[in-house]
């Protein structure tokens, strides 16, 4: 599934056409700047924390921000789409491993199942997301997993709890 941004970025009375073709499923985004197509490296876990790159547009160095389905281009420091000041996305901290191993153990103590698995993979992938997030300071990043590790958690137990009642009512 294809997601299309384009952008008209004014530099130094020069005007540039610049697209991206964002590929969730394959992870290859295709980025094109007045036509000609740029090569973009692939970032380990891009998927679930974002990329965060150097483009040139003409001789003026750039960022190209890919969080999710969500991207910006940020140019002397400013980025187009939201005119907020530009962030460098930093890799997953130390602390981030904690949350992800936590949620990580959710289908492995509840032996398994669909429904663990996947409560699991979206507790680790939110909590990569908050933890990498720009602009976000660090004490509420942690509450954010906190809480985020939380709902799985509890989401997971309560669903449990729920398949042990049916199970009494049943027998």
């Not at 150097?54 to 939201?82: P, Q």
Request: net charge positive.
């Amino acid at each position: 599934m294809a997601n299309l941004k384009k952008w008209s970025i004014d530099i130094d009375g020069k005007n540039y056409a610049v697209s991206l073709n964002l590929n969730q499923w394959s992870g290859n985004h295709v980025l094109t700047i007045n036509g000609a197509h740029v090569k973009l490296r692939r970032a380990i876990f891009q998927a679930f924390v974002g990329t965060d790159q150097e483009i040139m547009i003409g001789d003026t160095a750039c960022r190209l921000m890919i969080l999710g389905n969500k991207a910006d281009i940020a140019v002397h420091e400013r980025y187009i789409n939201s005119g907020k000041p530009y962030f460098p996305l930093k890799g997953i901290p130390a602390w981030t491993w904690l949350f992800i191993a936590a949620n990580v153990a959710i289908p492995i103590l509840f032996q398994g199942g669909i429904i663990p698995v996947l409560i699991g993979m979206l507790g680790s992938v939110y909590c990569m997301r908050t933890a990498v997030s720009p602009g976000m300071k660090i004490p509420t990043k942690l509450i954010s997993c906190i809480s985020i590790t939380g709902i799985a958690w509890s989401s997971v137990y309560l669903l449990y709890m729920l398949v042990q009642y049916i199970n009494i009512l049943n027998s």
